[in-house]
């Protein structure tokens, strides 16, 4: 079992309070992620569930037992961290068995869970070798290793891939992915990337200044945010917020109470000039292949980044009209809290 609970926890710096009363559940075999800005308190709230960071008021529960008080050794998790550390003298093989060496197990259970961890992340040909001689990806592969062989209640992964380029990324997304289908533990993840969050979460939760703002499935946060801040920091581009009222701007059945328009840049139809909602002049356009982000000036209502189909022959200077269909339209009141 890898249930985490906790309960109204707080983490005080002297006079400053970084962690801000936060109650969260996550449930066995569950993949959260903890996204949001720098500095609002994603990765302390991992080392608080690690024990690394001491607790200042509240619970971490796991298993149903009250860890709070107790030392990381004691917590039966395993986390891996941006940085690999791995010991460069050892092989793969004695890397990932060195927690098993120094708790006293015997050789034979060494090399058996060893062996499990390396079919698991396709390391067996690689068990001889050191870690001057494996790449980033198969380098973070074994620092996960090390923590499978341990069998823990739970992961916990520190910005694991923050180090790896592009496209070893893309790579170790996929193998994390296939672990959590392997494993089927719970796995809690921090990243400042919403791409690894959108992808592998089954939940997220979004940070900010040390509360969450809102918890939910990828699909939820993105079509279903709570409020402005959720609504601009998931989804890439982000969402347009337009501010009401605005010059120009030709829509009926806007709530009375709505202070702010939110439209997604794929949610946006492209019309002549004088159809729509609001007109506006293409300033850039930018070609990704498959698509085009067009950046359109709507005057007053300000620049909304548009993302059309890859053969569009848009091109700046050229005037359109800009539609928002009513169904995937957001809108928020002024204290920022979406209006259903």
């Given at each position: 079992?890898?249930?985490i ?5 707080e983490k005080?710096?002297g006079e400053?309070q ?5 109650d969260l559940t996550?449930n066995d075999?569950?993949f959260v ?9 994603k990765s302390?709230?991992?080392r608080?569930?690690a ?11 796991i298993?149903?037992?009250d860890?709070?008080?107790e030392p990381?050794s004691k917590?039966g998790l395993a986390m891996?961290?941006?940085s690999?550390a ?7 093989a004695?890397n990932?068995?060195?927690?098993l060496?120094?708790?006293?197990a015997?050789k034979?259970?060494?090399q058996?869970?060893?062996a499990e961890a ?10 001889e ?7 980033g990806?198969q380098?973070?592969?074994?620092a ?7 069998d823990p209640?739970a992961?916990?992964?520190d910005?694991?891939l923050?180090n ?14 296939k672990?959590?289908?392997?494993l089927?533990a719970s796995?809690?993840?921090v990243?400042h990337?919403?791409?690894e ?5 089954d939940?997220i939760v979004v940070?900010s200044a ?14 279903h945010p709570?409020?402005?801040f959720v609504?601009?920091f998931i ?11 605005a010059d120009?701007?030709r829509l ?5 109470n709505?202070?702010h328009?939110?439209?997604r840049?794929?949610a946006?139809?492209?019309g002549a000039a004088g ?8 300033d850039?356009?930018e070609y990704?292949?498959?698509d085009i982000?067009?950046i359109?000036?709507?005057?007053a209502?300000g620049?909304?980044t548009v ?8 091109r700046?200077?050229d005037?359109?009209?800009l539609?928002?269909?009513?169904e995937k339209?957001?809108?928020?009141g002024?204290d920022g809290?979406?209006?259903r």
């Amino acid at each position: 079992m890898g249930a985490i609970e906790l309960k109204a926890v707080e983490k005080w710096y002297g006079e400053v309070q970084v962690i801000k009363g936060v109650d969260l559940t996550i449930n066995d075999g569950e993949f959260v992620i903890f996204v949001g800005p720098s500095g609002c308190g994603k990765s302390t709230l991992l080392r608080m569930i690690a024990g690394l960071e001491e607790t200042s008021r509240g619970q971490v529960m796991i298993d149903g037992r009250d860890a709070t008080a107790e030392p990381p050794s004691k917590r039966g998790l395993a986390m891996v961290f941006q940085s690999y550390a791995l010991y460069p003298h050892m092989s793969v093989a004695e890397n990932m068995g060195f927690s098993l060496k120094t708790a006293g197990a015997s050789k034979a259970e060494q090399q058996e869970k060893v062996a499990e961890a390396a079919r698991a992340l396709r390391l067996e040909e690689y068990l001889e070798r050191r870690p001057k001689d494996l790449s980033g990806g198969q380098r973070q592969r074994v620092a996960i290793g090390r923590s499978i062989v341990r069998d823990p209640t739970a992961f916990l992964f520190d910005e694991p891939l923050s180090n790896l380029d592009a496209a070893l990324r893309v790579e170790m997304r996929y193998e994390i992915a296939k672990l959590h289908q392997q494993l089927k533990a719970s796995m809690v993840y921090v990243t400042h990337d919403q791409v690894e969050a959108m992808t592998l979460a089954d939940r997220i939760v979004v940070l900010s200044a040390g509360r969450i703002e809102q918890v939910g499935s990828p699909k939820q946060l993105y079509d279903h945010p709570d409020n402005l801040f959720v609504a601009q920091f998931i989804g890439s581009p982000k969402m347009n917020v337009i501010n009401l009222p605005a010059d120009g701007l030709r829509l009926d059945g806007m709530p009375g109470n709505a202070a702010h328009l939110g439209v997604r840049p794929e949610a946006i139809g492209i019309g002549a000039a004088g159809e729509g909602a609001i007109d506006g002049k293409v300033d850039v356009a930018e070609y990704l292949g498959a698509d085009i982000f067009l950046i359109v000036d709507c005057g007053a209502a300000g620049k909304l980044t548009v993302r059309t189909d890859g053969e569009s022959t848009l091109r700046p200077g050229d005037a359109v009209g800009l539609m928002f269909p009513e169904e995937k339209r957001h809108y928020f009141g002024g204290d920022g809290l979406a209006i259903r």
